[in-house]
């Protein structure tokens, strides 16, 4: 908690400082679950400022109660990015649950870049669904490099969030608005 107390009165003489400044917490893994704790805490104590957090390789954080938390907070933003089927992401097996918003690295940037239309994937306060899971463990390293090969091939990033895109809602021939 001294801790704690420490770094945010540092933000705060940060933020008076430089009173257009939006805070970022982030980290890799462990640093990861610490960051999104430490995101939440931050922008819930002050209301007034805006906040993000960007996590590497992010375990699941908190349970239900949590999430609902994090991803109701207007002036916080959360973004997960997981490259390929990162193992640590899915720890603790069988509790807990990820927050914010997913962006996932497939894991074949790096080796087969060109051949994939859709190398970034976004998903909307979700974790991604993996259909055939193949656990690897990339390390800090990996993810820096497929973040410097998606640039460096100037490979699409993300428009939009997987399942949103599309023909909307269609009852008795009669489109509808999902809102």
């Given at each position: 908690m001294k801790l704690e107390v420490k770094c945010f009165d540092l933000l705060d003489k940060l933020t008076?400082?430089?009173?257009?400044?939006?805070v970022v917490f982030t980290g890799h893994s462990f640093g990861a679950a610490m960051a999104t704790l430490a995101a939440f805490r931050y922008a819930n104590a002050r209301p007034m400022m805006r906040a993000s957090c960007l996590t590497l390789a992010s375990p699941k954080v908190g349970f239900n109660l949590f999430r609902h938390m994090v991803n109701s907070l207007p002036n916080l933003k959360v973004?997960?990015?997981e490259f390929g089927q990162d193992g640590k992401c899915q720890l603790p097996s069988g509790a807990g649950?990820?927050?914010g918003h997913t962006l996932v690295l497939k894991g074949s940037v790096g080796h087969n870049s060109l051949k994939s239309n859709q190398p970034v994937l976004a998903y909307k306060f979700d974790a991604p669904k993996h259909k055939k899971f193949k656990t690897t463990y990339p390390d800090l390293r990996s993810y820096v490099t497929a973040l410097e090969e998606v640039a460096r091939l100037g490979l699409p990033w993300a428009?939009?969030?997987?399942g949103t895109s599309g023909q909307g809602v269609v009852v008795n021939n009669e489109?509808?608005?999902?809102?």
């Amino acid at each position: 908690m001294k801790l704690e107390v420490k770094c945010f009165d540092l933000l705060d003489k940060l933020t008076e400082e430089h009173p257009f400044c939006d805070v970022v917490f982030t980290g890799h893994s462990f640093g990861a679950a610490m960051a999104t704790l430490a995101a939440f805490r931050y922008a819930n104590a002050r209301p007034m400022m805006r906040a993000s957090c960007l996590t590497l390789a992010s375990p699941k954080v908190g349970f239900n109660l949590f999430r609902h938390m994090v991803n109701s907070l207007p002036n916080l933003k959360v973004m997960r990015l997981e490259f390929g089927q990162d193992g640590k992401c899915q720890l603790p097996s069988g509790a807990g649950y990820h927050v914010g918003h997913t962006l996932v690295l497939k894991g074949s940037v790096g080796h087969n870049s060109l051949k994939s239309n859709q190398p970034v994937l976004a998903y909307k306060f979700d974790a991604p669904k993996h259909k055939k899971f193949k656990t690897t463990y990339p390390d800090l390293r990996s993810y820096v490099t497929a973040l410097e090969e998606v640039a460096r091939l100037g490979l699409p990033w993300a428009k939009d969030f997987v399942g949103t895109s599309g023909q909307g809602v269609v009852v008795n021939n009669e489109a509808r608005q999902v809102v």
